[in-house]
Structures are given as structure tokens and as C-alpha cells.
């Protein structure tokens, strides 16, 4: 028989937190350093990018475009259409907040930047010619309809939610994204 040989060549000495792969079959290792790619089943791991990720990377989502996000623990979620080559920032620090007014009372009512959480996982679901991108956070869920410009929270019915902020104190590691009914 075969025996098993190590694979991760490449790969720094730290904690994976995520896996992902294309369609074509290159892989993605989320790290708490940055991205990495392999283009060889795992036998070998180079740095996915050079640029703003270089952080700890939490979470890892290819939807089905090919599209890569990456959700660190700082909140911030980036997305790269090339395979991890560029990246462009989704939300997280540096992006704009959205104008006040009834948000200061009814804030969970309106999309506004992800909040500075950690980001565990990444879900993506067509509906109706438009991607919805959901996260599952240290706060609970958040979901997007504009591709990650802004989230909402989406935590009601969650164990300890804050009315006020739409937060949950409920860690959400694992999410699935179905289309219900017809």
C-alpha cells in the first residue's frame, strides 16, 4: 500500500483556521498569518498575496464565481477574484459608516460596517440574481445583500441578543446557506 507522506510545505508553524477550494482545484489555507495557496493537492504552500490581508485569517469562502473571502479576526473581510493575488477590503476598519439619524435608536434595523468581531465563518447564497454573503461571528450572524459594502444583523431568535446593537453573545463557528421553499 501507500504511505501517507506530510503534506504543508510551505506553510508557516501556526494555527490553520480555514480551508477552501476553486473549482480547478487550488486550495487555500486560512492561517493566523495571512493566506496561503497551493496549486499541487497540499504538497506545497506559497503566500496567497503580498498587501492588506497579512493578519490572522479566520475564515475562507470560494463561492461560486471562484471568488475568494477571507474574514479575519479583527472583522475585517476581504475578497479576491483572482485566486488570491489582489485583494480588496470589504468591510473592517478603514471602511466608511453609514449617516445617523432613527439608526441611533433601532440600530440592528439598518446595514452598517461588521462590527470589530472575529469572523469564523463565510456563507454565500444566490437569491433572486443576487449574492447574499452571510457571516458567522463572535456577535452572532450578519448577512449582506450588497456583496459586503454593508451587513446587517441577523440574529434574531439568538440566545442573549442585545435589542439595541442586534448583537448576540453566541459564537457562531459553522453556518449553511438553503433556499427555502420553491
Not at 26 to 36: I, L, M, S
Not at 72 to 91: C, F, K, N, P
Not at 124 to 134: E, S, T
Given at each position: ?40 493537492n ?49 468591510s ?25 468581531t ?11 440574481g ?13 448577512r ?39
Amino acid at each position: 500500500g501507500k504511505h501517507p507522506r506530510p503534506a504543508g510545505i510551505g506553510l508557516p508553524k501556526v494555527e490553520v483556521h480555514a480551508l477552501a477550494s476553486t473549482r480547478a482545484g487550488t486550495y487555500f489555507a486560512g492561517t493566523a498569518q495571512d493566506v496561503f495557496r497551493s496549486t499541487d493537492n497540499g504538497a506545497s504552500w506559497q503566500p496567497a498575496a503580498t498587501g492588506p490581508l497579512q493578519q490572522n485569517v479566520t475564515a475562507l469562502l470560494v463561492d461560486d464565481r471562484d471568488w475568494l473571502y477571507a474574514g479575519t479576526e479583527r472583522g475585517g473581510i476581504y475578497v479576491s477574484q483572482d485566486e488570491g493575488h489582489l485583494w480588496a477590503q470589504m468591510s473592517g476598519e478603514g471602511v466608511a459608516r453609514p449617516p445617523r439619524g432613527f439608526k441611533k435608536w433601532l440600530p440592528f434595523l439598518f446595514d452598517g460596517p461588521l462590527p470589530k468581531t472575529t469572523v469564523r465563518y463565510l456563507a454565500a447564497h444566490p437569491q433572486g440574481g443576487r449574492r447574499v454573503l452571510f457571516a458567522g461571528t463572535d456577535d452572532g450572524v450578519y448577512r449582506s445583500l450588497d456583496l459586503g459594502s454593508t451587513w446587517q444583523p441577523s440574529n434574531f431568535n439568538m440566545p442573549e441578543l442585545d435589542w439595541k446593537t442586534g448583537q448576540a453573545k453566541t459564537v457562531v463557528r459553522s453556518l449553511v446557506a438553503v433556499q427555502r421553499g420553491a
